[in-house]
């Protein structure tokens, strides 16, 4: 039953893809509240970064974000330490990363780590298409994608 209502989250998300920059007109805002609805409802894995495909940390961890659209919070992994901060998805359909904090482990892939939270301190736009999230600078280049993937169960 649960695998189900994932499927149908997942389709429902690719039915009803939107695109959001923060140079769209007023009128084709209104997707905005969809969008969060849609940011908050995955675990968004990280499949690309500045070009590279990811590697697995140490630990098999893949980076990942999770939006909670409820406390305007931020949590996820860069593949061995995990990070949080806080996030804004304003009426213009502009997601903006408050300061991300993380811990602090030795790790394997930790140059892909510091890129990555680099990247999500330079990030201007995103656009969320079908189950992708791609965040890009303002000249449009891909800066990272990630894939939708279900949330984990919480305790």
């Known amino acids: 039953m649960k695998y ?22 007023a009128e084709e805002t209104a997707d905005a509240t969809i969008s969060k609805a849609e940011l908050s409802a995955f675990k968004w894995a990280l499949t690309e970064l500045n070009g590279e495909p990811i590697e697995k940390g140490e630990s098999g961890q893949v980076p990942y974000l999770i939006f909670r659209s409820e406390a305007g919070r931020i949590a996820g992994s860069g593949g061995c330490n995990r990070l949080m901060g806080a996030y804004e998805l304003n009426d213009a359909g502009e997601l903006r990363l408050g300061q991300i904090a993380s811990t602090m482990m030795a790790c ?20 969320l298409s079908g189950p992708s ?23």
């Open 4 to 25: 189900n209502v994932i499927l149908l989250s997942l389709l429902a998300l690719a039915t009803t893809a939107c695109q959001t920059t923060g140079d769209r007109p």
């Open 133 to 155: 999230l791609q965040l890009s600078d303002d000249q449009g280049t891909r800066l990272a994608l990630f894939e939708a993937a279900p949330l984990p169960e919480e305790n």
């Open 108 to 127: 394997d892939n930790l140059q892909q780590e510091i890129a990555f939270l680099q990247v999500l301190d330079q990030h201007h736009n995103w656009q």
